[in-house]
């Protein structure tokens, strides 16, 4: 309409409806949506709408005018996007405007005023997106839907499966206050102003603003999403605000902040799939505060709080997460992040909670790496784990801390370490406890003086702090440093046959398999040795003549999963001590591995480590392994030693002398021994048992006295009725050790 005409729908009684194709552009005159008292109209328009400031749009009678938007779109282009572009500010009275489904309504140019008794519904699949001003939507100045002057009786909805674009700064306030501000100021009750908790709220704020949520967001069921102008944008809750599952918190692009008073709740979803969000929470307690389903293919998550401690969810897997925050905790077992775990304050702290040797312990998996600020921590306390790909970057130091067990002593005694971090000195593993370290030498199997110096997949013997008297007391041992993540090959010393043991030691901040171990390495033997000092009574080093036995031993091939026997020992049965090795190598663990032929290393990998725990531990090693059909005979001297012979049988076990043996130790002055072949074995792997399987067993005494044999630990048929006789030889007398 070009002219000062009137353009009159239902002039007369009934109904008049008007569908245009295309747009409404109204340069001068009026339309009057409905005029007589007894007629209704309707205005069906798929294409925009603008009045000038010299026209107007209206409706004479009060209650049967709809101003429906019908178009079809999605607002990605301007021929899916219908406008609204009103320049009089005196207009739209008496009038019901519908955005309806499946249609993008979008306010340009200037706010959009409704006068009295109007109402602006968004309907269920329906998107109103309240724009800004300039061209394009260039500027930065939000465009709302206004009252017209000071009239009242405008009522707003949002249907639930609706869409709201909000760009205030303020966000989307109440009715109730009434509150005429956000980009809904119509409506002056909470009645006419209705924001459902099934609709999408879709925040668009500017970046040169922060912008809330506003007081008016509903209990989520919804989506609230969250798409700033760029990433810096600055988002908050408006106090606290709760979405309820199926309820979900989407953020796109911007930095969403929670605080103490500020923040999202409740079972709802959080997902970021975009490089551009970033999630800080400084709340206390369990946080993200969320509690639903996580999906975080991209975006950060930051934990920021300062106060008293904030513990890490950890049933979503996150995509990055930074700690800023001087009290942070890992709140579970397994905490995954699947790209970069950051500290980047010189005063946040990440702290990983230890755990006892028989419960699994807390894992952190940081798939690409961690990266650590100076004077940043973070700190894995005892058997805690860290996990990563083989293609993760670390830098900066972490802090891994393993408890050890210090026997009471009148002499040094050591123990067999490794460093799981890069560049730590062996010398000051214990803070306050200076030390010493020795490096072992495979032609003579004698230690001397090491600097302490690190070197990737080295063991060295570090002397205990000294307890002379009193009881056994834990100390730990803090080693600081980037953690190790390559593969790695480690060359062994190999003087001949009679030689070949060598001081080696898990090189990375996890547990580690050793049966794969053994298979990835080459030349060595499938026996390990592992010191065990809490009865050695050795002061002098004896080398190539050393006659003790105080290693516990695990064969790698004696059954599914290898068998262990612990090194001889005082007091309860040493079968069922904590110190019987098992597959699973814990951090910071060293052990002796012998080579078999020059030539011979072993072979680290990253695909081999693994958090399963165990309770067994030689610094200061039980666990479970697959159960076999396996015993353990003991022999106690008159002295309440207890030596160890365990026998395996498993499907792929060899009744003659094979890899699934461990010999003992030519030198040693008392043991007890079965034999596999001529060669007297403390571990003897078998094929499959029956009843009527027999073996010879033989023993070494060292001094008078009485000695006696006995059982120990059972597994399989042996722990479930198959019984197990000693025949003496000499008397013929058969005594059923079960």
Known sequence: NNSSKIIRLANTSGTTNLTVEGNVTLNSGSLDVSFASTSSGTVNLKGDLTVASSAALFATNGTTATFNFSGTGDGLTPATTQTIDVANAATASNITFNATPNSYIKLI?????????????????????????????????ALNLVRVSAQNGQIFSAASGS??????????????TPDYTGNVQIGSTAANRIFNSGATYHYTGKSATAQVTGNGLPNVTGKVIVDMENSAGQFAASSSKTITSPGTLEIRTGVVTDDSTNGFIGSGNLTMNSANGRYITSKTGPQPALTGTYALTNGVVEFANTSSSASIRVTPQYYNVDVSGTNIIVGGKDFIVNNLLKVTSATAVLTVPSETDNL????????????????????????????????????????MEREATIPVSTFNQYAYWSSPVIGQDFKNIFPGNPTSALYHNESNNKFYTSTGAYIPGR??????????????????????????????????????????????????????????????????ASTFLFWDNTSNTEQTQLGNSYTGDSYAKFNALA???????????????????????????????????????????????????ITTQTSAQFFGKGGKELVNNRYVVEFVTPRSLVFSNAVVYFENGNNNYAVDDSKLESAVSEGLFTQAEDEKVV????????????KKVRTRQFSSGLYSIRLGTKEGIFANG?????????????????
């Open 559 to 609: 059954g599914d999963t290898g068998t262990g026997i612990p090194a001889p020992g005082k007091g309860a049965p040493a079968s069922n001590n904590s110190k019987t090795p098992n597959n699973i190598l814990k951090v910071g663990q060293g052990f002796m591995v012998r080579a078999k032929s020059s030539g011979a290393a072993v072979a680290f990998r990253n695909t081999d480590r």
């Open 683 to 694: 571990i003897n792997g078998r094929r499959s048992n029956d009843n009527t399987n027999h």
């Open 360 to 399: 699994d312990a807390y894992v952190v998996t940081a798939k690409k790496g961690i990266q650590v600020v100076t004077n940043g921590k973070v700190i894995f306390k005892n058997n805690a784990q860290l996990m990563q790909d083989s293609d993760a970057v670390n830098s900066g130091s972490i802090i």
């Open 109 to 141: 140019n200037q706010d959009f005023s409704l006068g009295t008794n109007s109402s602006f519904n968004v309907l269920n699949g329906a998107t109103l997106d309240f724009g800004f001003n300039g061209s394009n939507g260039s500027g930065s100045t």
């Open 163 to 176: 869409t709201l674009k909000i760009t205030s700064p303020l966000g989307i306030t109440l009715g109730s």
């Open 459 to 524: 063991g060295l013997a570090v002397r205990n702090p000294f307890i002379a008297s009193g009881t056994a007391d834990i100390k730990t041992a803090s080693l600081s440093g980037t953690p190790y993540n390559a593969d790695l090959s480690y060359n062994l010393n190999f003087t001949d046959a009679q030689h070949g043991y060598n001081l080696v030691g898990n090189p990375y901040p996890s547990n580690l398999n050793l049966n794969q171990l053994y298979l990835n390495s080459s030349n060595i």
């Open 722 to 738: 198959q019984n197990i006789y000693l025949k003496d030889k000499q008397t013929g007398i058969v005594t059923n050790l079960s």
